[in-house]
């Protein structure tokens, strides 16, 4: 086995097909690799975002633009959210505060991250001594969503509505 990069490195180099091997390792661990195709070497079958190759002899700089595409296709590690009991939810540095009400509503949501929660569980949650009067078909939730979507914008979630079955919490996405 031939390998050009350290271990702990973000972007395996192998030479191809010769760490054929290691390659299937690396592509189970979710290592991203970088193929070195040999001259007469057929090149690899891919479909992988976190495997790409190139044919020696191969200049530098074309290498490095493969390494610095494969950098900017490795997923990223977001802060996970927390809620304190006081109300304000962070994300890393960013923060939000909220209302009673709405971080009832969001701690429902981060308790099953990513995941989708009934209506009836948000209202339980957010109004544990039930609706308030005058409030119709969990239209006072609809409202709360509606002001959570935009005070989460800070901090880089979203709600999501799965009609009829309820609400996600997910990590914004880039753009």
Request: hydrophobic share 45%; proline share 11%.
């Amino acid at each position: 086995m031939t390998t050009f990069a350290p271990t702990d490195a973000p972007i395996a180099l192998l030479r191809w097909p010769a760490d054929a091997d290691r390659r299937k390792e690396l592509s189970a661990e979710g290592r991203p690799r970088l193929l070195l195709v040999e001259p007469d070497a057929p090149p690899p079958a891919t479909w992988d975002v976190l495997e790409d190759w190139v044919r020696l002899p191969a200049d530098p700089a074309e290498i490095e633009a493969r390494i610095a595409t494969l950098m900017r296709r490795l997923p990223t590690e977001r802060p996970a959210p927390v809620l304190d009991d006081d109300g304000v939810l962070r994300v890393g540095p960013r923060w939000v505060a909220l209302p009673p009400v709405e971080a009832r509503v969001v701690a429902a949501l981060l308790a099953r991250p990513e995941a989708v929660v009934s209506r009836g569980n948000l209202v339980d949650a957010g109004w544990p001594d039930g609706e308030p009067a005058g409030s119709t078909n969990g239209q006072i939730l609809d409202g709360r969503i509606k002001l959570l979507r935009r005070r989460l914008v800070d901090v880089d979630l979203e709600i999501h509505t799965v009609r009829g079955v309820g609400f996600v919490l997910t990590a914004k996405t880039a753009a």
